[in-house]
């Protein structure tokens, strides 16, 4: 007697119904007419085609997925680090400039109190000189015959070395 038969699979999918041909049947290449009613299932230790492709698909898009997630991570990361590159060169010329302003400002008062000092041991000879200019129009009017230039000068270093 011939049977009838379909397959579960692992996935829970069954299988079409399948006629299994009985000796007779197969040396009469007939199929018995009168098939039982009761179809048994048997286990199948696969899923169906089916499923197997679906996954295989959804593991494809997985992978897909996730190779697009690490390249976007990838790409996200780069940013970031070319944004911190870029705040810390930001960062590093402001306090250069800061530092060269710095060393100006030392440089100018060092020079100031270069000159404060120069001017403590030697006086202020642009004051000295420019009042004796004054003061020797008036007073060099009489002796015009040594020159205003020469004369006045000579006088002026004097008085500096006098004070
Ligand atoms: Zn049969
Ligand atoms: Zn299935």
């Known amino acids: 007697m011939c049977q009838k038969w379909f397959k579960i699979y692992t996935c829970g999918c069954a299988s079409p119904t399948y006629v299994q041909f009985c000796r007779p049947a197969v040396a009469a290449d007939v199929v018995c ?52 590159k870029e705040t810390e060169r930001i960062r590093r010329e402001a306090e250069e400039r800061a530092r060269v302003e710095r060393e100006e400002e030392e440089r100018k008062a060092k020079a100031r109190k270069e000159e404060e000092e120069k001017i403590r041991r030697e006086g202020r000879p642009w004051e000295v000189s420019g009042g004796n200019k004054k003061g020797k129009g008036r007073r060099d009017g009489h002796g015009g015959r040594h020159g205003n230039g020469h004369g006045g000068g000579s006088s002026a270093w004097g008085s500096n070395w006098r004070s």
Request: net charge neutral; with cysteine.
């Open 33 to 84: 007419q009168l098939l039982p009613e009761d179809v048994q299932p048997r286990k199948s230790f696969f899923p169906c085609y089916d499923c197997i492709r679906a996954q295989h698909r959804a593991e494809k898009a997985a992978e897909a997925a996730a190779a697009m997630k690490a390249a976007e991570e990838a790409f996200k990361k780069a940013e970031e680090e070319k944004k911190h």
